[in-house]
């Protein structure tokens, strides 16, 4: 027996639905989880455990940051940043590609990330990266200077010395980039003016008569090697 009334439904073909990245961004991460005043606030708790030394405190408070302000590209460099500093390049690396993925011209993510690339001997990657820092920013010193310690290791002395004659010329009252200047310079068989521009470094930092001093470099993106040479410079320059 027919149910008097019924109609059939006419059929409705698949249409295929494409989301948009905003879209899928907010079924992964709904708006309303977001909270920026308390991120904020875990920010700034994050950075003073980090310049207090306690780099565990410091990423668990800067991871909760991110959660909660995850669009936020400063904390996401914050905490990938900070993670460099503990000695874990891998979720650094994670970190600030995420700020990237957010802000793709984002130049403190780019150097930080350079830097972190560097260090972990991902010379390609580092050199790529700074690459387009400078680029976006051809006055940020700190990309001039990591592309050279990046090209003197690959063996790309002309790079090397053009990008760290550059990052003297942009802050030539750090010592840094004039140490940069005389790797590069007794890469090319040029002791004379490694020695020259190795002077130049202590003329800003009388620490530079020390061996022991140099170990410092370490922090500044220099590897074992290169401060190995570093030596072979100083002890040149008769100190």
Known sequence: MALAGCQREAAVPWQKTTLSLEALENLTYPPFLVDMQTASRYRQEGLAFRQQGDFERAIATLKIAAALDPRNAEGQVLLGWTQHLAGYPV?????????????????????????????????????????????????????????????????????????????TELEPSNPHPWVALALAYWSAKDSAEAVANYRQALALDGRYTSREYLNHLEQAGFSAEQIETTEAIRQAAGL
């Open 91 to 167: 979720p650094a690396v994670d970190a600030l590609q995420t700020a990237l993925t957010y802000n793709p011209e984002y130049v403190p993510a780019l150097n930080a990330l350079g830097i972190v690339y560097l260090v972990d001997g991902q010379l390609e990657a580092a050199v790529d990266t700074h690459t387009l820092a400078a680029s976006l920013e051809p006055d940020n010193e700190i990309a001039h200077y990591n592309l050279s310690l990046a090209y003197q290791r690959l063996g790309q002395i002309e790079q090397a010395i053009a990008q760290a004659l550059t990052a």
